[in-house]
């Protein structure tokens, strides 16, 4: 960019008038050899790279650079002298122009390089192609992939939001509402809100015309870096679970997008959310039952029962408490417990003490299309002198879930589709003193419901996993599909 900066000076008018003409005397179609598309990269905030605003920014299909305007003296303009780079494209309008001229390029939709760029920059799908997914393609480096189950590799740990948003890229009412949205490509491209930028992503997974078999998810990224921030305020001593895991996304991701759309709220709604009743009883009240009671005291306990309908995204299993683990054991001296065991918690006879001496049941009323299950892993762990202060990923529990592939819950059946599961590393201590805590990834195993097989994606890979070798991961999330 710096040498890049420095050929901005002003050319003598002699010069720039000699090179106006001759290369406005080149043949269109001969521009298309100018066009380099192994060094076009898309996945980048498009914004220029000599002014670095977002406004009128083009692509130059010659060097991938990101570059405004295409009048006179504006960066392409410019870069187009200096260069003899010719074509360009506009981010909004997908449009591509020959630069220093400022005429549009005429291609009719009718040139495949250009088709594949227009494709590259914003994906479009059809009702019947997505019928056919997931498909397996070539990239177009040659690489062989399968749609939907890419990649998506970022240059910080940002896997508590990559899980969370191939998630979504696979629950079908969400995938299918944004691959179908026929929105203008150019407010797509021009409003940079939490909608477009998440669609944006979930377009470029199903793809089948992508550049490479992985995607940068750094746009989406960097919008919620800085649209985000104030969200992450808590202290350590408050959090129960790591500031930077999937939950907390998930449940951001769904209240923002409900703000944004009203029909994507109907689906969110639809499909991702369930009911239980919370019935609360006085421990007071109980002690009046064993006892004669005269109309009054009736009246007392009527008030003091109560069922509340409580709307739920996630259903939160605790896990059973297990003794802090030594670094370096097997799976065989891993705790195990059934997830059937985990939802009797539901079945509306177990009682537990809640505050305001309050017993409190919970039993299932309604169940969504996709039931999202969550094992608290991470519950006030971390003892400071006898007493409860924080978490700790080390102090987690990790106990192992036994889960069936198919379950029935409320006479619904459900198929398990998607887990995400917890990793830990630790940092190597020094000087013999570890007091710094493990660290979180998190990566997502899918099942290809085509073919059974499932997968195993992390920020780096993906790669085939055996269905017997799920139940050895740290599961922390689960989504079940109704049938
Ligand atoms: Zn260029």
Redesign the pocket.
Known sequence: MVEEKRKLNPISSDTYNERFKRLKSQPNLSMLDTINIKLLDFDFDKVCCISSSSINVYC??????Y?QGRLENTPAFI??LN?N?RLFINFQTLKIYILPDNTLFHDEGTISVINEIRHLISPTFEEEEISTFPKRCLSLNKKEYLTGFVNLNSTSDTSYITTIVLAFAHITPIRDYFLLKKDDVGDILKSPNLENKLGLLIRKIWSPQLAKPHISPNELIDYLNIHQKSNNESTPSQQTVPLKNPTTFLLTLIHQLSKTSNNLKTILFENLQGKIDIKSSSTVTKNIIDQPVDDESKKKIKAKNKIVHTPFWLLKLELPSMPILKKGLKADDIPRVKLGTLLSKYNGTVSTHAAGNQLRSLKLKSLPNYLIIQYDRFKNNLHVNGIKNGFSVRNRNQTLIDYPMKMKLLNREYQLIMNIIHKSSSIPALNNVNDIDDTSSWLIQINDETTDEWWEINERSVSRKEKQLLFLGEVFLQIWRAK
């Open positions: 130059c299909l010659t060097c991938g650079k570059l870069h187009s260069f780079h």
